[in-house]
């Protein structure tokens, strides 16, 4: 089974450079334009995914009610697949975490897979969740082919790093853009150890 992690489109908190976080924002209408095209993109290309799954907020719901109008397949949201809980820093920008936050910044980025942030989850935790709620879609889902999972780009560059080996101290690296696709199998979340 294919499996597409697709960031939500743009929200104004993108374009600000905000923490976004479980805080729960709308798509401005470029993310709308985004999601769209995106979607009018995997029409074209002929991909033909069975069901879309999203994230509880709301940028990522109306990314996919976007796609799933377009692609005419019904879309569900499933628990786990938020964003990650950033407590404090939400709101802020990554400049005015350093600024404020100096001793507790530091201490999370030279440890960001284990370290929680002020009031907080740590990557580990978002992880933990996000491998049991996409472990659940596969289940549900045995027979279909093709899956798209909207979700936020912690997520989905906590998934990388941990399917490629990659410190998580190395996460930028992987750069997700807004309504980007990033690919996966349903194998690579098969082989993973159950807790």
């Not at 499933?78 to 939400?90: A, P, R, S, T, V």
């Not at 027979?143 to 410190?167: D, G, Q, R």
């Amino acid at each position: 089974m294919k499996i597409w992690l697709i960031r939500h489109g743009q929200t104004d908190w993108n374009v600000r450079g905000r923490i976004q976080g479980s805080s729960d924002t709308d798509l401005n209408e470029e993310g709308k334009k985004q999601a769209k095209e995106l979607a009018l993109e995997l029409v074209k290309t002929k991909h033909d995914p069975e069901i879309i799954y999203a994230s509880t907020q709301k940028r990522a719901k109306e990314t996919a009610q976007i796609i799933s109008k377009y692609l005419k397949i019904p879309y569900a949201t499933k628990k786990g697949l938020e964003e990650m809980n950033l407590g404090e820093w939400e709101g802020l920008s990554w400049e005015q975490v350093e600024e404020r936050y100096q001793e507790e910044y530091q201490v999370w980025k030279n440890n960001r897979r284990y370290q929680n942030t002020p009031n907080g989850e740590s990557y580990q935790e978002l992880l933990d969740r996000v491998l049991a709620a996409i472990l659940e879609i596969i289940e549900e889902n045995a027979e279909k082919e093709h899956i798209l999972i909207v979700t936020h780009s912690a997520v989905i560059m906590s998934l990388l790093c941990y399917f490629s080996n990659t410190p998580f101290e190395d996460m930028l690296q992987f750069k997700i853009t807004n309504a980007g696709i990033s690919e996966f199998d349903s194998e690579q979340f098969l082989c993973v150890p159950k807790k």
